[in-house]
């Protein structure tokens, strides 16, 4: 014969228990917001997009340097309309605890400093 064994498992609710546990906002709303940034220079349209929006964004100031951001007009989270803007399929634009991070996807577009007009 075989021994059985019963497990019970049993939950209780104390009060106060899960308020220990802290969790750190979010910097960057997820919520849609109706925006709208004309054309401009990409580093005159990423302020504009974070003044609307409270929403950082992290990028190397190179990735700016002679480009011109896609005009956003509609409901946007913060997220979607910085890819909007960049217009650039070479950046990737990540969520992250500190706002929003702007990665070079492609070799080219990560060393866009190696030019000689910029040494």
Known sequence: ??????????????????????RTPDICPVRKANLQIDTKTLAAAVAELERKTRCPVLMDDALLQDGSSVAVRGQYTPRDALVRLLGNAELDVIETVQGLAVMPLTYREAHRMDRASHL
């Open 1 to 22: 014969m075989g021994l059985r064994v019963m497990v019970c498992v049993c939950v209780l609710s104390v009060p106060g228990w899960g308020e220990a546990v802290t």
